[in-house]
């Protein structure tokens, strides 16, 4: 298991985080996507740690708040030390009945932060993460607000997820502006058919030296290797329940056809071969994985040790990338002498 800086700082996380989404579903959508209770939770929590694992990600909104509190438990139960695993967490969804119970306030981050800690059963949380865009919101107000949690200790760094590239950059330069802790992670959807991505946001972090988490790398498991053209999503099966993340179903079967002669070349589930295309892409610093089974667990992390070669990149890419869009193409056109003069002889 390789670990990875986040963004511009000294953390270094694993390349794999365990995602604790499936923990603590009880009714509802949380319990289309799992039901974990503690001692299942468990034992995935010291699977992954056992594998290398450092990084857990959960928020205040997975099975209202339970998948928290199960996983501070986990921790606690199994006697990780808590200088050896990075833990997120995440603040902006619906966590109350009143108005102000939502969204990247002062009030809703501050109570967020607290209320995340005593489920977590922790002393400080590593990286905090806006969990989306809130146009009601004052973005300094937001930043200000997540700069005192630093300040104070409660929180070590700060990330922002499901934000398009200007947003980001705006609030990098409001942080440079004012003094601020500067958020620096992403935490995004990014699949080899869904690269979309690629456009704005991968270059954006590139220059900015902010480091990328990937939730849903196997686009809700559409690219698990189960389905394709003659093999549909089961009725009752999360994918055709929720159709989340959207994908453009027939890239997406081309990209599974190329997937899998790759696969078994090399004795390896397709979903091996999706998670390992993302490690191979350098923008990337973590991705996500979540289970419901040790077994799922497994395979997820035996991604980690698949190399893929040049060739087998070259046909994923073939058959996963992006159609030509304005004003990438003309950049393309408009660059290409000036990068053959940085082009070494």
Not at 110 to 116: C, T
Not at 121 to 142: K, N, R, S
Request: with cysteine; glycine share 10%; net charge neutral.
């Amino acid at each position: 298991m390789r670990h990875r800086p986040l963004g511009r700082t000294g953390l270094f996380v694993s390349e794999l985080c365990l995602g604790t989404m499936t923990f603590g579903g009880s009714e509802g959508m949380w319990a289309k996507i799992g039901e974990l209770q503690q001692s299942e939770a468990e034992r995935l929590v010291g699977q992954a740690v056992d594998a290398g694992i450092n990084f857990i990600d959960t928020a205040d909104v997975y099975a209202g708040g339970a998948s928290e509190q199960i996983t501070g438990q986990a921790l606690r139960n199994l006697k990780i030390a808590r200088e050896s695993v990075v833990v997120a967490s995440k603040v902006f969804g619906e966590t109350g009945s009143g108005p102000n119970a939502r969204g990247l306030t002062r009030s809703h981050i501050l109570d967020g932060v607290k209320a995340s800690l005593k489920r977590l059963q922790l002393d400080h949380i590593d990286l905090y993460q806006v969990h989306g865009f809130d146009p009601a919101t004052p973005m300094e107000e937001t930043l200000r607000a997540l700069d005192q949690l630093v300040r104070h200790g409660h929180v070590r760094y700060i990330g922002v997820s499901n934000w398009a590239a200007w947003q980001i950059a705006k609030a990098l330069g409001i942080s440079e502006r004012l003094g601020l802790a500067r958020f620096e992670s992403l935490q995004a959807y990014y699949t080899v058919a869904g690269r979309d991505l690629e456009r704005e946001l991968v270059p954006m972090l590139r220059s900015e030296g902010v480091g990328l988490m990937v939730w849903s790398p196997l686009a809700g498991g559409l690219l698990s290797g189960k389905y394709g053209r003659e093999q549909q999503a089961e009725a009752g099966s999360r994918r055709l329940a929720f159709d989340f993340p959207p994908v453009d179903k027939e890239r997406a079967w081309d990209v599974i056809d190329a997937m899998r002669p790759i696969a078994a070349a090399r004795g390896v589930s397709v979903a091996q071969v999706a998670l390992a295309w993302l490690l191979h892409q350098p923008q990337v610093t973590s991705v996500i994985v979540g289970a419901k089974r040790p077994q799922q667990l497994a395979d997820n992390i035996a991604a980690a040790g698949v190399r893929l070669g040049a060739d087998e990149l070259a046909q994923i890419d073939q058959a996963s990338r992006l159609p030509p869009e304005y004003p990438g193409w003309m950049f393309e056109r408009q660059g290409e002498y000036r990068r053959k003069q940085l082009a070494p002889d």
